[in-house]
């Protein structure tokens, strides 16, 4: 497992680090994920915004209100 300057809130021991990077791996190769990266591209992602799946439907949402918790803050999550 590669090490990261980010210092993350799970301390895995090395088995379950490297279980956990498989399934994060699988899952980012699923079907559904696969799908949804498809449809991010062609839609095409914009600097103020990220790209909400609901659904059938995709929702823009701007950045403030996506990482801010939509004015709820983010200090009780």
Do not use: C
Not at 23 to 35: E, F, G, I, M
Request: charged share 35%.
């Amino acid at each position: 497992m590669k090490s990261s300057p980010i210092k993350l809130k799970q301390r895995l021991s090395p088995s379950a680090a490297k279980k956990k990077a498989e399934r994060d791996l699988a899952y980012a190769k699923s079907p559904v994920r696969k799908h949804r990266k498809a449809e991010n591209q062609r839609i095409g992602q914009r600097s103020d915004s990220d790209l909400h799946h609901t659904g059938s439907a995709v929702k823009r949402v701007s950045i403030k209100n996506n990482r801010g918790n939509y004015g709820r803050g983010t200090k009780s999550e």
